[in-house]
C-alpha cells in the first residue's frame, strides 16, 4: 500500500514553455503533499508544502509565480513550471504524507525535467 | 536556522564490511528522524526514530537515536553491493529537513 506516482516521469522542454508534473495517492487519500527538487549529487531540497484544498506554502527563495502548485483534491497534486528555463532542468519528487498515517511521507519515483 | 548534517560524506568499503553512518542535527520542534535509501530514483523508507536508546532493526540494518546528543547513527553490517546507495537522513520537525546524504558504495 501507500502507492504514490509521477506523471511524467521524464520531460524535455523548451526555454520559456511550461510543464506540468501530477503526483497522485494511489491507494490513500493525502491532505498534504511536498515537492522537493534535487540536484546532481546533492541532497533534496523542499520547495513547497501542499495542502488539499488550500494555497502552497512555499519555502524561502522559492518563487511562487514560477513554480506553481495545486492541490485540488485528496489525491492529486500538481507543479507547474512556468517560463522553464535551463537552471529549472532538475530532478522534482514529491512525496505524501497519508491522513491515517501522517507519521512518514511516501515518495513518488521522481520527475526528471530537462530545459533546453 | 535548522539544519541535518551527514557524515561521512561518501564511503567506499568492500562486501562483509560493517558500515556506521552518522547524522547529527540542530532542529526546533524536533518530531522524528527517518533513515532512507536513495538509488536510482526516489528515496525509499528505512526507519523512523522517536525515541531515545531504542534500537530499530531490519535485516542487516540497524538505527539508533539520541535526542540528547541530538544524532543518529545507521548501522549495515555484511554489506553487499546492492547496498551501494545515497543514505538520507531526515528530521520531521514543522517541515522534513534532509541532510546532505552519504553515498556508500561497496565494492565485490
Known amino acids: 500500500g501507500a502507492v504514490v506516482s509521477q506523471h511524467p516521469s521524464w520531460v524535455i522542454c523548451k526555454s520559456g514553455t511550461s510543464v506540468k508534473i501530477e503526483c497522485r495517492s494511489l491507494?490513500?487519500?493525502?491532505?498534504?503533499m511536498f515537492w522537493y527538487r534535487q540536484f546532481p549529487k546533492q541532497s533534496l531540497m523542499l520547495m513547497a508544502t501542499?495542502?488539499?484544498?488550500?494555497?502552497?506554502?512555499?519555502e524561502q527563495g522559492v518563487e511562487k509565480d514560477k513554480f506553481l502548485i495545486n492541490h485540488a483534491s485528496l489525491t492529486l497534486s500538481t507543479l507547474t513550471v512556468t517560463s522553464a528555463h535551463p537552471e529549472d532542468s532538475s530532478f522534482y519528487i514529491c512525496?505524501?504524507?497519508?491522513?491515517?498515517?501522517?507519521?512518514?511521507?511516501?515518495f513518488g519515483p521522481g520527475t526528471r525535467l530537462t530545459v533546453t | 536556522e535548522d539544519k541535518v548534517v551527514q557524515s561521512p560524506l561518501s564511503l567506499v568499503v568492500h562486501e562483509g564490511d560493517t558500515v556506521t553512518l552518522n547524522c547529527s542535527y540542530e532542529?526546533?520542534?524536533?518530531?522524528?528522524l527517518l533513515w532512507y535509501k536513495q538509488e536510482k530514483k526516489a528515496p525509499t523508507f528505512l526507519f523512523m526514530l522517536?525515541?531515545?536508546?531504542i534500537e530499530k532493526k531490519s535485516g542487516r540494518l540497524s538505527s539508533i537515536l539520541d535526542k540528547k546528543e541530538l544524532f543518529s547513527i545507521l548501522n549495515i553490517t555484511a554489506t553487499q553491493t546492492g547496498d551501494s546507495a545515497i543514505y538520507l537522513c531526515?528530521?520531521?520537525?514543522?517541515?522534513?529537513?534532509f541532510g546532505t546524504g552519504t553515498r556508500l558504495k561497496v565494492l565485490a
Open positions: 522517536t525515541s531515545s536508546g
Open positions: 501542499s495542502n488539499e484544498g488550500s494555497k502552497a506554502t512555499y
Open positions: 531526515a528530521v520531521k520537525a514543522y517541515k522534513y529537513i
Open positions: 532542529v526546533t520542534n524536533f518530531r522524528s
Open positions: 512525496s505524501a504524507l497519508g491522513i491515517r498515517d501522517s507519521r512518514e511521507q511516501y
Open positions: 491507494d490513500f487519500q493525502a491532505t498534504t
